[in-house]
């Protein structure tokens, strides 16, 4: 790691310790929001292209629903912390459209890192308060649009197995193995893994 990389993330780490995030590990900040099972998530997504000259940081804001993420962990092997739903910055900002933040050498790191915080604090901080409430996530997190294809069919399961309503993961479980089959591909035998541990998993 450069002295850039670590500096202009120690800088962000420092400036979003404010708005109450606190590292996990470097590029992942979680924030405690008072109830036990749920934090805010926050990846800061690194471009080093242009290194040593500048370094970029993409903020990508999300919630972490700790039930769900135990269970996306043990039957699906995700890496905790788990992002249940994430969104880049930029596309929740006016603009609607990729944001990063330029850290170049020599430049002022502190000041830099100072706005990349704020605007995740004013433009990502709601997009954390909406879907850190369970009842929010668990009933609106289908039609969203956040989760990606690949992901849709380990989350929702989980979501209502953990609801209570078995019956209805079961079936969406079923119907995505009726879709793969016996396809030989990556994500085809990892959901036929995740598939045999849910069945065997008391919620």
């Known amino acids: 790691m ?56 993409n903020p990508v804001v999300g919630v972490r629903h700790v039930p769900l993420e135990k269970a996306l ?3 699906a ?12 910055l930029g596309y929740l900002m006016p603009r609607n459209t990729f944001a990063q933040w330029d850290f170049p050498a020599g430049g002022d790191l502190v000041a830099i890192a100072e706005d990349l915080a704020a605007a995740v604090a004013g433009f990502g901080q709601p997009f954390i308060d909406k879907w850190a409430n369970w009842d929010t996530f668990s009933e609106g997190v289908t039609d969203a649009g956040l989760l990606l294809d690949n992901q849709k069919l380990f989350v929702l399961p ?46």
């Open 2 to 57: 450069t002295s850039l990389e670590k500096d202009s993330q120690d800088a962000c780490a420092s400036a979003l310790r404010r708005y109450g995030f606190v590292p996990k590990r470097r590029g992942i900040l979680l924030q405690p929001r008072g109830v036990k099972d749920v934090t805010g998530w926050l990846g800061l997504n690194l471009a080093t292209w242009a290194l040593p000259a500048k370094m970029q940081i």
């Open 73 to 75: 962990v043990e039957l």
């Open 77 to 88: 092997d995700w890496k905790a912390p788990v992002a249940c739903v994430s969104k880049p």
């Open 158 to 203: 989980l979501v209502a197995a953990i609801n209570g309503d078995r019956r209805r993961a079961e079936s969406l479980i079923e119907q995505e193995l009726d879709r793969i089959d016996d396809a030989p591909d990556v994500y085809s035998k990892s959901y036929r893994l995740f598939a045999e541990k849910f069945a065997a998993r008391r919620f």
